[in-house]
């Protein structure tokens, strides 16, 4: 089993619809969850990062942790083309000085 | 602004000629992490340094050296490159380990 597993996609949505990106993690001690986007061959950026459970709201974008569960979750709601882009997980490993685990992300294509 | 710069963006050399990759950040930041991302792989990360006293392994750190010799600069250092280390490099910083990391622009080497 993966540290930090996400579904590959690619994920399609119709513009304007809501994405809904999933993620799942083993350490049962992590503390903090951060969603990234990253474009071809460019960096990643940050997109939200959460530390507790419940729902957070960015803008058109929502963290969702529970952490019983072991699941994080990002919903893009009013999905633009734009948006279309490669979604990474990032967990921190308690057990190992707080490094962060990475998923291999999820690719989101949002269709006009 | 705020940022993490990488030194070179784009990179060819020769089987075994000793390259450094250059890493800086501006923002005061203890956390520094070197990252390689290869198609299907994710991101994979290399050394981390904890701080300008405490630098240690990743996941892949074979071929690979760092330096911390002051807080803002992080290079990595290939001492004899080989083909297996043509990849997209990522530098990182974080305020400490486990919290929102910044990336870099990315450095695409080619060792031929």
């Known amino acids: 089993q993966k540290e930090v597993e996400q579904n590959s996609g690619p994920l399609s949505v119709p513009e304007g619809a809501i994405a809904s990106l999933n993620c799942t993690y083993s350490?049962?001690?992590?503390?903090?969850f951060f969603w990234y986007r990253q474009y071809s061959g460019k960096s990643p950026e940050l997109i939200m990062s959460?530390?507790s459970n419940g729902d957070k709201e960015d803008g058109r974008f929502t963290a969702q942790l529970n952490k019983a569960s072991q699941y994080v979750s990002l919903l893009i709601r009013d999905s633009q083309p734009s948006d279309s882009a490669t979604y990474l997980c990032?967990?921190?490993?308690?057990?190992?000085?707080?490094?962060?685990?990475w998923g291999a992300g999820t690719k989101l294509i949002i269709k006009p | 602004e705020a940022q993490v710069t990488q030194n070179p963006r784009y990179l060819i050399t020769v089987t075994g000629k000793k390259l450094t990759v250059t890493c800086s950040q501006n923002?005061?930041?203890?956390?520094m992490s070197w990252y390689r991302q290869d198609p299907g792989l994710g991101l994979r990360q290399i050394y981390y340094?904890?701080?300008?006293?405490?630098?240690d392994k990743g996941d892949v750190p074979e071929g690979y050296k760092v330096s911390r010799k002051e807080k803002r600069n992080f290079p990595l250092i290939l001492e004899s490159p080989s083909p297996n280390q043509t990849s997209l490099y990522f530098c990182?910083?974080?305020?400490?380990?486990?919290?929102?990391?910044?990336f870099g622009q990315g450095t695409r080497l080619t060792v031929v």
């Open positions: 990182a910083s974080s305020l400490y380990a486990g919290r929102e990391a910044f």
């Open positions: 923002m005061n930041h203890e956390y």
């Open positions: 340094s904890m701080n300008v006293e405490v630098t």
């Open positions: 350490d049962r001690g992590s503390q903090s």
């Open positions: 959460i530390y």
């Open positions: 990032a967990v921190n490993r308690v057990d190992s000085n707080y490094q962060l685990i």
